[in-house]
């Protein structure tokens, strides 16, 4: 038994500790994340907060998320164009770039470029305050960092990355027509007539619904990193590169469930 024990524990012992450590760090997150909806609802409303965060986080990523949507729209018809060729239907480009847009392309990407823009920035900026005092500074004068700070860049969040998605799923089924019907010579009308016949409201609801969870939770994560930094400027940047590394990781993850849910809303609605 002893044996066994001298074989195992070099490699479950730091398994265990890693595994406990991560819990607890999920454990401060969701409580940090329970603050800050507490303070979401108690005065005073900071509205000139939310109002600047909003035009940080969806008026000036406008013109990235229209840039991307639209290649990603236009290499996506490009490459399903090629392949419906092999079977004489490539009036089904507009559907099923319209149904992937919707469903999963518009939320996903539209959030990852959000947190690569500016959710790294928010961690960023409040590590920024946590290693030079600002935020302790804040206590002092009696003002809750978390309602000052935190809350109205969850909000903003939460808010514009939707909003950013309908743009995102605009533009993109804007470069598949592009490039659908001036380069691949599909027919106007059968391509829009199968792009309004496929896609329907659930669709872009469904993504929508996850565009704002995504919204939330990018927010958290990169607020919670950027809080909690110590060790100076070498603390803010690794605050900052976890922020964008988990936010991206907890997007893919996050996207796997709620599409199983709403798949399963779906069937049972039938």
Excluded at 48 to 64: A, H
Aim: with cysteine; charged share 15%.
């Amino acid at each position: 038994m002893e044996r066994v024990l001298a074989i195992v524990s070099p490699v479950f012992t730091p398994l265990g500790r890693s595994l406990i450590a991560a819990s607890g760090e999920l454990g401060r997150w969701c409580e940090f994340v329970w603050q800050a909806i507490l303070w979401t609802f108690r005065p005073p409303y900071r509205f000139d907060q939310f109002s600047k965060q909003m035009e940080f986080v969806g008026v000036k990523s406008t013109w990235i998320i229209a840039l991307t949507a639209f290649f990603t729209g236009a290499v996506f018809a490009l490459q399903s164009g090629k392949v419906y060729s092999l079977f004489n239907m490539e009036s089904m480009v507009g559907a099923t770039v319209g149904l992937s847009l919707t469903r999963e392309i518009g939320p996903v990407f539209a959030a990852i470029m959000v947190t690569a823009r500016a959710c790294s920035a928010m961690a960023a900026e409040l590590g920024t305050m946590r290693v030079t005092e600002q935020i302790d500074a804040l206590e002092t004068m009696a003002v809750n960092p978390i309602q000052y700070l935190v809350v109205p860049r969850i909000v903003a969040c939460t808010v514009m990355v939707p909003l950013l998605t309908m743009l995102y799923d605009y533009v993109g089924v804007v470069g598949s027509y592009v490039v659908g019907i001036y380069l691949l010579g599909i027919n106007e009308g059968p391509f829009m007539h199968r792009l309004y016949y496929y896609v329907d409201a659930d669709d872009i609801w469904s993504g929508l619904i996850k565009a704002a969870i995504f919204g939330f939770l990018i927010a958290a994560i990169s607020c919670y990193m950027g809080y909690h930094t110590r060790s100076g400027a070498k603390g803010v940047g690794k605050a900052t590169t976890r922020a964008v590394v988990v936010s991206a990781v907890t997007i893919l993850i996050t996207d796997y469930f709620l599409t199983t849910w709403i798949l399963e809303y779906v069937i049972n609605r039938q």
